[in-house]
């Protein structure tokens, strides 16, 4: 049996040596190694042996199956080498060609003109606060002069969640929120950008969701002309020092008196044209000193406070700039719309 092990190692070595592929020394390995190879029959016909030769057999067999075992891990290794360097010569990569170009994106129009107008505000000394989009019945209407049963409900067709929660119709809600955190003292200066929702049918300027930025200063001494001295300097800001403004007579529920602004058409520059339908004024904002109950309501003394409010929707501010047409298109990610803005 001793001649039989020896013999069973030069041939699967030789085996071995032939093997080309990783599979082919696979296929060796269980032929010789396996439950039904060579070695295992010889391994259960050791029990025919006597005791003295068993203990040798035994030995010789462990020599054998360790000389295989090692001689196979190692073919594998040089196999593995080998298969290697032909994949790194048929794979060889011209460093010389040039690379594929790389798009970098760059932000969305309605992100510059936020930013912008962000900017403009902080740099006079205004802080950006921000509130939720689910936000409650009370801080979306209450607060804002606007009880149950109050008429100016009707004219914003709101997303309810429940009876109690919506999502948000304007940014508004976060003027009394910030203004309870201030426990009736002031000042208070603050712009509110975000989202805001309303059961509107899209069209080329209307959408169920878009964006507002509202404002509002609370302090002592506040008056009408330093609403119109901000907004003045915004407009002239953010569409050229040439534009005029204008106030009109308005009604919001949360301010009295309210207004709304307009700027001289630049198109026409005042002249009368299809923009700005022959008036040569184009409407941006509505605006207007805080009504007495929204002080009263968010603890401040409105015979000791006053403030001004402003609200504007950046996609209109941002039509007008840029001369778009429909709303619609700074929400459909078309890129080569966007790639138009890249600064």
Request: one cysteine or more; glycine letters at 8%.
């Given at each position: ?225 330093d609403l119109k001295g901000t907004l003045e300097r915004f407009a002239k800001e953010m569409f050229g020092e040439e534009r005029d403004i204008r106030l009109r007579p308005s009604y919001f529920p949360f301010t009295e008196p309210s207004v709304e602004v307009d700027i001289s058409c630049s198109i026409c ?75």
């Amino acid at each position: 049996m001793k001649d039989k092990l020896i013999a069973l190692q030069e041939e699967a070595l030789q085996a071995i040596k032939q093997a080309t592929r990783v599979k082919d020394l696979q296929d060796t390995k269980v032929k010789y190694l396996g439950k039904k190879g060579p070695m295992t029959e010889v391994l259960r016909g050791m029990g025919k042996l006597s005791a003295e030769e068993r203990p040798v057999i035994g030995q010789v067999a462990n020599e054998v199956r360790s000389a295989i075992q090692i001689a196979i891990d190692e073919k594998q290794e040089s196999l593995q080498a080998e298969e290697m360097q032909r994949k790194l010569e048929q794979e060889t990569l011209d460093v010389t060609l040039p690379g594929m170009p790389q798009q970098v994106g760059h932000p969305h129009p309605l992100t510059l003109v936020i930013e912008e107008i962000e900017d403009f505000f902080l740099s006079m000394g205004y802080t950006i606060a921000e509130g939720p989009e689910v936000e409650s019945d009370y801080y979306n209407f209450e607060a804002l002069n606007m009880p149950p049963d109050h008429p100016a409900r009707d004219t914003q067709d709101s997303f309810y969640i429940t009876e109690e929660f919506l999502l948000r119709t304007q940014t508004s809600p976060v003027q009394p929120r910030s203004m309870e955190k201030q426990n009736g003292k002031g000042p208070l200066k603050i712009i509110c950008p975000g989202k805001v929702y309303r059961r509107d049918t899209d069209d080329a300027t209307h959408s169920h969701q878009f964006m507002q930025i509202e404002g509002m200063v609370i302090d002592r001494g506040i008056q009408m002309s330093d609403l119109k001295g901000t907004l003045e300097r915004f407009a002239k800001e953010m569409f050229g020092e040439e534009r005029d403004i204008r106030l009109r007579p308005s009604y919001f529920p949360f301010t009295e008196p309210s207004v709304e602004v307009d700027i001289s058409c630049s198109i026409c520059q005042g002249e009368g044209c299809s923009v700005c339908k022959k008036t040569g004024w184009i409407e941006i904002l509505g605006a207007g000193m805080v009504h007495p109950n929204v002080l009263k309501m968010a603890g401040f003394d409105p015979e000791e406070y006053s403030g001004f409010a402003f609200g504007m929707g950046p996609d209109r501010v941002a039509m007008l700039r840029y001369g778009i047409e429909d709303i619609r298109h700074f929400y459909t990610n078309d890129i080569r719309f966007i790639q138009q803005f890249n600064r």
